[in-house]
């Protein structure tokens, strides 16, 4: 079993490929609420570790790739 610094540790060499909910909406340039609201409404990939939400860096933009021009909803709110 690994201790709890080992895998903060762990985590953090992965924080290229993994993001944070400030980090993507920076990157997305949408207001953190928006973005928690496609969480909650599963529109954009996620997963949580624990009770932490994360984002594959790969999986967003592939999300971005196949949902561009084909919704309306998400693109330039704010």
């Given at each position: 079993m690994i201790s709890q610094?080992?895998?903060k540790e762990f985590f953090e060499n992965l924080s290229?490929?993994?993001l944070t909910i400030e980090?993507?909406?920076?990157?997305?340039k949408v207001k953190e609420?928006?973005?928690?609201?496609?969480?909650?409404?599963h529109r954009i990939?996620?997963?949580?570790?624990?009770r932490l939400v994360?984002?594959?860096?790969?999986?967003?933009?592939?999300w971005m790739a196949s949902s561009s021009g084909?919704?309306?909803?998400t693109g330039g709110q704010e």
């Open positions: 610094s080992e895998r290229e490929d993994i980090e993507v909406s920076v990157w997305l609420s928006f973005l928690r609201a496609l969480i909650y409404q990939p996620f997963f949580k570790l624990g994360r984002f594959r860096k790969r999986d967003l933009e592939k084909n919704d309306s909803q």
